[in-house]
């Protein structure tokens, strides 16, 4: 970027002014041909030229003074920056050290016709750049430091001037402004939560079984029945909850998992008190999946940060910790083998780890973008997996049974419509299963080789509109219960496929209902908004 430079040439004649231009007393005039206060002027005059320009311009009146703002008042701080005829360079400031910190500026263009003396009119309004102990202050910095404390006054009111004009700050220099407000950032403005490397605290679990629970345990038969009132209204998540479940040891089953968009999963006393016992800040991302093991001590997670933790509960230790190579949206353990569990995601293969080794023992790859949920079927040794695929010629890809041994696909021509499945139950005591479709119903499947699709029997009456909806059966098989995208959750006679109950549950979508294992009619439901609901 190139300047105009002229040079003052003191023995060259004058040259015709101009109206409303720059008068012999450096002084601005309008066109109008009024005359400002000369003691409003640019730059000192002699008395001799004041008393003349006294005498040749007639005074204003009182009233045009108090409308017309001085044209001068613009260059008043800084006498050098006027404009004239002759484009001069500015006065001669004291040269202003830059800290030691900051590296040298390479030389440009610029630099290379710019004086040696000549410094920044920015870099001169600055706080941090101080001057050294013998050199006089500058006339602007006398200016803006009279009259003011730090405490009285913002960084920005003292960087303007009394023209209220901002003046251009170096990018290099901006960004040294802003590490120095940095390392002096107080307590309240550190984000909340324990550190990402702190282990979280163990979790006070009761030595005695809650008084609720206790009086079920010994009943074979638990017949479910349809549920009426809100007992306990969770809410502590700062996000939507993706997924809930109860503990699936009976005597620790009054501990409800939840897992959310805020980066935490809560473990919540939910039959005795409501009450939150631990939240875990193990993930710096969403937390899509959070299972309990098989022996009720230990939580496996994983979220949009690749990460993989097994946390004890009792000692609040990280058993396991693995870091996968997509977005993890599904876990599942093996029910023979606590060791091993299943991965799927935002990637095209679904990863069979086991805890002993931290390894990858088994994949399971398919032609798809993103596997949204798994089922484990025949006591393990087979498993569903659902897609995102939903193009015409996709029935090949929406429902796929693998087998766990081999890594071979069973049968990949189970569902045969152009909708997706968010979610898998599996029935407790009859060989089917279920699939929420985003085609607003719940499919029936059989369970065993081929996996035909009921054709009489469809459940629907609900709404998924594209979010996760889950399902599930009831532990005695004979309702079912699902979610809704409009917040209500709607519970199914398995037998005849008719609406048994509809419950106006949250203001938003409800993506997670569960049953209790042990307790009849006591169901969990959670929302997007983040809020769950237990009902008896």
């Known amino acids: 970027m190139a300047s105009l430079v002229a040079y003052d040439d003191s023995d060259s004649e004058a040259e015709p002014e101009l109206p409303g231009g720059v008068n012999a007393a450096d002084q601005m005039t309008d066109i109008s041909g009024v005359d400002r206060p000369s003691g409003q002027g640019l730059s000192p005059c002699a008395p001799e030229v004041m008393k003349e320009e006294a005498q040749l311009t007639q005074p204003c009146p009182e009233a045009l003074r108090e409308e017309r703002l001085p044209l001068v008042r613009l260059w008043k701080n800084d006498p050098g920056s006027c404009p004239s005829q002759r484009l001069q360079w500015p006065r001669k400031e004291p040269e202003v050290p830059f800290p030691s910190s900051m590296p040298p500026r390479p030389s440009s263009l610029w630099t290379s016709h710019v004086p040696a003396n000549y410094v920044p009119l920015a870099a001169a309004r600055l706080k941090q750049v101080k001057q050294s102990p013998g050199s006089p202050k500058s006339s602007f910095h006398a200016q803006s430091m009279s009259g003011t404390t730090p405490r009285q006054t913002s960084s920005t009111q003292r960087n303007r001037g009394e023209d209220g004009v901002v003046p251009y700050t170096p ?67 700062g996000g939507p909850v993706n997924s809930i479940q109860w503990c699936p040891v009976f005597s620790k089953s009054h501990m409800l998992l939840s897992t959310s968009m805020d980066k935490t999963f809560k473990i919540w006393n939910a039959v005795d008190s409501g009450r939150c016992l631990q939240t875990y800040f193990l993930h710096s991302e969403a937390v899509r999946a959070a299972r309990w093991s098989p022996c009720g001590r230990r939580i496996l997670s994983g979220g949009f940060d690749f990460a993989l933790h097994l946390t004890d509960l009792e000692t609040g230790t990280q058993l396991f910790s693995g870091r996968s190579d997509f977005r993890i949206t599904t876990l599942k353990f093996h029910p023979k083998d606590p060791n091993i569990f299943l991965c799927g995601g935002f990637s095209s293969e679904i990863k069979a780890w086991d805890i002993r080794t931290s390894k990858v023992v088994r994949g399971y790859k398919a032609t798809i973008q993103q596997t949204l949920d798994i089922l484990f079927l025949q006591e393990g040794s087979e498993f569903l ?11 090949d890809r929406t429902i796929i049974a693998w087998d766990f041994r081999t890594s071979a696909k069973i049968s990949n021509q189970i569902f045969h419509e152009r909708y997706t499945c968010p979610s898998l139950a599996l029935h407790p005591r ?10 607003n119903y719940l499919a029936l499947f059989s369970a065993v080789w081929p996996y035909r699709m009921s054709r009489r029997r469809r459940y629907e009456g609900h709404k998924v509109e ?19 995208a409009d917040g209500r959750v709607l519970m199914f006679s398995f037998r005849t496929a008719r609406r048994a109950c509809t419950l106006q549950g949250h203001p938003q979508a409800c993506l997670g209902t569960t049953y209790h294992p042990v307790l009849p009619s006591v169901l969990a439901t959670s929302s997007w908004g983040g809020d769950i609901k237990i009902w008896q």
């Open 171 to 237: 990018k290099r220099l901006r960004q040294l402004q802003e590490l120095s407000t940095e390392t002096v950032r107080t307590p309240a403005q550190e984000p909340q939560g324990p550190p990402a490397d702190c282990a979280p605290a163990p979790l006070r679990m009761p030595p005695v079984v809650s008084e609720v629970i206790q009086p079920h345990l010994k009943s074979q038969f638990r017949e479910t029945k349809v549920p009426r009132k809100v007992l306990f209204h969770l809410r502590g998540h």
């Open 385 to 395: 997996s659902s897609t995102d695929a939903s193009t015409r010629d996709s029935a």
């Open 430 to 439: 009859e060989p089917v299963f279920l699939a929420q479709t985003n085609g």
């Open 466 to 484: 594209g979010y996760a909806v889950g399902c599930e059966c009831s532990p005695c098989g004979d309702l079912l219960v699902t979610g809704s």
